[in-house]
């Protein structure tokens, strides 16, 4: 169970498939996922049980790298796509992390790294 990190009317989604190999179990962030909506904002467009694709945005997994950095999130957050790198909604909420690789993604947010 996953929530969405962008303001697209998504309350919970839940992961049913990971992408990068069949026999996959962990994702890590900046991956993709496909997701099934179990709670939306009352008068959304998207409607329950639709299934969506969308890229892991924070994980609550702790990272450690090299230079001595550490990441921690309290929660697992998603990033609902329509196209490719295009986002559903406007804004993200919340911080995001350097490991997120995609540069065109993010320069799509407002106020981002």
């Not at 904002?41 to 950095?69: E, H, Q, Y």
């Amino acid at each position: 169970m996953l929530i969405p990190a962008d303001k697209c009317g998504v309350d919970i989604v839940k992961v049913f498939h990971l992408y990068k190999g069949f026999s996959r179990k962990h994702s890590f962030i900046g991956d993709f996922v496909k997701v099934s909506v179990k709670k939306v904002v009352p008068g959304n467009i998207i409607k329950k049980k639709s299934k969506l694709k969308g890229i892991l945005v924070r994980t609550k997994f702790a990272i450690n790298l090299k230079d001595g950095t550490n990441y921690n999130f309290k929660e697992n957050n998603v990033v609902l796509l329509k196209k490719r790198l295009t986002p559903r909604g406007k804004e993200i909420v919340g911080p995001t992390s350097r490991m997120l690789k995609r540069k065109k993604f993010i320069s799509s947010f407002v106020g981002s790294l």
